[in-house]
């Protein structure tokens, strides 16, 4: 067999290295048109404490940060979504008995410039002044490596993993936390779903959905593999939609589940076992070892398939919270004019300020 040349030694190199600016391209590519007109948001009314809320010492933002009387929440944070994420902050705090109690955990991409991740600080502190909240930069390199392209551009994101790294973002006094995506409202109180027992041993709790075909997130070469296949073995493994998640930081911290969701993310890389974006990693390692939420706290998939994102119903049931998961955006629909009925339940928490307005 010939000597390989040094240009056939580079060859995979550069070709890993084009798919990682092939993907960070899309995301830049999403944020560059969400900015391309500047969004402006209404400054928010203040919440206050009902008086039978507990007291938080409020002399340092280092007491408030790591008081474990306060509810902790985990966002991310970018252009994108940045009307989502305005949206979805009102909501917590219109319908939270202990509005002043929320601490707020804001994760960015650090491929944002600078003065872009300051005007994103910014825009959260003109129009929710008295928020108590804390930024923290994301290393996209940390994950673009072991991305793999999946059936949505969106969701191939590098910052749509920074979940997966809370732990270790998040300072280690912060003990539990909520985590919500930004395409999301509340319509109840957050206390309720963070005081979610997690009982001796589980790390996350989240609603599951066991009617769901669970063998559907993973590839048939997945399910045909003898070793593969039984990962899941004695395990009640279902469903479970991360953008609602209560998480016991500590116990991740202890059980380093950061590395074993990096290893499954190496195996896809080697073995394409998934196709759904950052899920399928969570899936494996939690699935059937999560504490229960009731389905009330994730009412899911209102922006339809990852396709088409057509209109959907609610599912029966009582509801407190409404997930825009899927393509369609209710925002997107709204500007656009087709909005699909629910959308009119997320229209009463938009802050933007409509051009109308903004002439006034």
Request: proline letters at 7%; hydrophobic letters at 40%; aromatic letters at 12%.
């Amino acid at each position: 067999m010939p000597n390989s040349t040094p240009q056939q030694h580079l060859l995979p190199s550069l070709l890993s290295l084009i798919l990682l600016f092939l993907l960070l391209g899309q995301c830049l590519f999403t944020k560059t048109n969400a900015t391309t007109t500047a969004q402006k948001f209404r400054e928010a009314p203040k919440f206050y404490n009902s008086p039978s809320c507990p007291s938080i010492p409020i002399s340092s933002s280092t007491m408030d940060l790591c008081s474990d009387q306060a509810v902790h929440v985990a966002m991310t944070l970018d252009a994108t979504y940045l009307r989502g994420s305005m949206a979805a902050i009102l909501s917590v705090l219109q319908h939270s008995s202990c509005p002043e109690n929320i601490f707020f955990h804001f994760v960015t991409s650090s491929s944002n410039s600078i003065s872009n991740s300051n005007n994103l600080t910014h825009i959260i502190s003109n129009s929710f002044p008295y928020l108590k909240f804390r930024v923290y930069p994301f290393d996209d390199s940390a994950v673009l490596g072991l991305i793999s392209t999946s059936i949505r551009a969106a969701l191939d994101c590098a910052l749509n993993y920074a979940r997966n790294y809370l732990a270790d973002l998040i300072p280690p006094c912060v003990r539990r936390i909520v985590y919500l995506d930004s395409d999301l409202v509340l319509v109840d109180d957050i206390a309720k779903l963070a005081a979610t027992p997690l009982g001796n041993q589980a790390v996350l709790a989240a609603p599951e959905y066991c009617n769901a075909n669970f063998t559907s997130y993973f590839t048939p070469t997945f399910w045909s593999n003898p070793t593969l296949s039984l990962t899941f073995a004695g395990r009640s493994a279902c469903y479970f939609n991360t953008g609602v998640m209560v998480i016991d930081l500590e116990r991740w911290r202890s059980g380093d589940y950061t590395t074993k969701i990096v290893e499954w993310m190496e195996f896809q890389k080697r073995m394409r076992i998934y196709e759904l974006g950052s899920l399928p990693p969570f899936l494996l390692v939690f699935a059937g070892n999560i504490a229960p939420v009731d389905h009330r706290w994730n009412q899911h998939g209102l922006g339809g398939d990852n396709f088409r994102g057509l209109c959907r119903d609610l599912h029966p049931g009582p509801v407190s919270l409404l997930h825009w998961s899927g393509k369609g955006k209710p925002w997107a629909r709204l500007d656009g004019n087709r909005p699909c009925p629910l959308d009119a339940l997320w229209a009463p928490y938009d802050l933007l300020q409509t051009q109308f307005a903004l002439e006034s």
